[in-house]
């Protein structure tokens, strides 16, 4: 079966950075948009930011200039490299993946288990 599996996530003081990394594993035929999705107790999961297969790219406003996503070139792999981090980035952080899965053959949206960033002050 398809699985997305992250890592990368943890404890970082204010104005620190993380490197988040998500990779999707299974019989898979084309992968399409990537993206990371965050969600913080008590608030909607709200998208960060995404890119599709062609790189374009789109961001959360409250992370332009701070958040970089990016693929990998030969691999189904997206990553999120986070900067100048504040206590409000604190949320769990969820990749996600609409990809053809060889054995469904139609675009369908993945998630990942979901990887806690905490930003201290």
């Known amino acids: 079966q398809v699985q997305l599996v992250e890592s990368g996530g943890g404890l970082v003081q204010a104005g620190g950075s993380l490197r988040l990394s998500c990779a999707a594993s299974?019989?898979?035929?084309?992968?399409?948009?990537m993206g990371w999705y965050r969600q913080a107790p008590g608030k909607q999961r709200e998208l960060v930011a995404a890119?599709?297969?062609?790189?374009?790219?789109n961001y959360a406003d409250s992370v332009k200039g701070r958040f970089t996503i990016s693929r990998g070139n030969a691999k189904n792999t997206v990553y999120l490299q986070m900067n100048r981090l504040k206590p409000e980035d604190t949320a769990v952080y969820y990749c996600?993946?609409?990809?053809?899965?060889?054995?469904?053959?139609?675009?369908?949206?993945?998630w990942g288990q979901g990887t806690q960033v905490t930003v201290s002050s």
């Open positions: 299974g019989i898979i035929f084309s992968i399409n948009d």
């Open positions: 996600n993946a609409d990809l053809v899965a060889y054995s469904l053959g139609r675009s369908t949206g993945y």
């Open positions: 890119i599709t297969s062609s790189g374009s790219t």
